[in-house]
């Protein structure tokens, strides 16, 4: 018994640690774009024919299989047919 609540405990502490490690990232002024660049992305992307999902909060690239939301506003990231 001790054993199994052992392993929830590692799995909420894992799943917490990760989601402070995303949010450090997207909110390093280095790592990510300007609310600007995101929205000029995500308008091509918009009217690209790769887009998957385009009406959902959810919208992906059928090229790279990334979601858009995230990939636009990374300052690393890029088009895989270089639109943007
Ligand atoms: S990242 Fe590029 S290929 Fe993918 S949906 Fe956007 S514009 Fe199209």
Redesign the pocket.
């Known amino acids: 018994m001790e054993f199994y609540l052992f392993g929830i405990f590692l799995l909420l502490f894992g799943g917490y640690s990760l989601f402070l490690y995303i949010k450090q990232i997207l909110n390093d002024k280095n790592r990510v774009v300007s609310a600007k660049i995101k929205m000029y992305r995500l308008k ?2 918009a009217d ?1 024919e ?2 998957r999902l385009k009406n959902t909060m959810y919208k992906r ?4 299989g990334c979601f ?1 939301s995230a ?1 636009s506003k990374l300052l690393n990231q890029k ?3 270089d ?2």
């Open positions: 091509i992307c690209c790769h887009i690239c059928h090229k790279c858009l990939k088009c895989p047919i639109k943007w």
